[in-house]
C-alpha cells in the first residue's frame, strides 16, 4: 500500500470513529459528560475538547503549512457540547481531502515546525502524520473507557469494523 491510500485510510477511520464515539456520548447526562472520571484530561468533555484542540487546532495547522499555534494543549477550546462535537465531525472530514493533495514524495520527507511553546523541530512527515492519528485513538479509547465506567454501550470503533463496512456497500 502507498502511503497516500494507507494515510486516507487512516483519515477515514478518523472520521467513522469520530462518529460512532460521539454517538455514544451523546447518552451521556450533562454530569457524567463533565466528571472527573480520571483520565489525562479528567473528563469525557476536557478530553474531546482536547483532541479537537491538539488535532485538528494544531496538528492539522502545521500538516497544512500554516503557522503552529502557541497554545495550551489542555485549554478549553469549546465549552458547548453540541458545538463541540459539530467541531471535531467537520475536523476529521478535513484529512482526506488534505492527504489526497499531496504529492507522492511527500510522505518522504520531514514536517518541520515550532512546538506549542516555540521550540522548532524537524521530524519525519509520515511518522508525525502516523502520530497524528495514533493519538487519535488513544484519546478515543480513553473515552469508551469512561463511557463503560459511567454505565454507557461503548461504541465498537474498531478499524476493522470500518472496513467491512466499506466492503460491504455496493
Known sequence: MNPRTHFA?????????T?????GVAALGED???RDVGLFFKSVHG????????EHGVWFERFAGRASPRVDL???VEPNRTRLAERLLEGAARWQPLI???PAERFGGTLDYATTKGVPLS?????TLAHVFNHGTHHRGQVTAALTLLGQAC?????????QEEQAKP
Open 9 to 17: 485510510t487512516l483519515a477515514r477511520y478518523n472520521a467513522w470513529a
Open 19 to 23: 462518529r460512532r464515539l460521539l454517538d
Open 32 to 34: 457524567d459528560y463533565r
Open 47 to 54: 478530553t474531546l475538547n482536547h483532541l479537537l484542540l491538539g
Open 74 to 76: 489542555g485549554a478549553e
Open 100 to 102: 489526497e493533495s499531496w
Open 123 to 127: 521530524l519525519p512527515f509520515a511518522a
Open 155 to 163: 461504541p465498537v470503533i474498531d478499524l476493522v469494523y470500518m472496513l
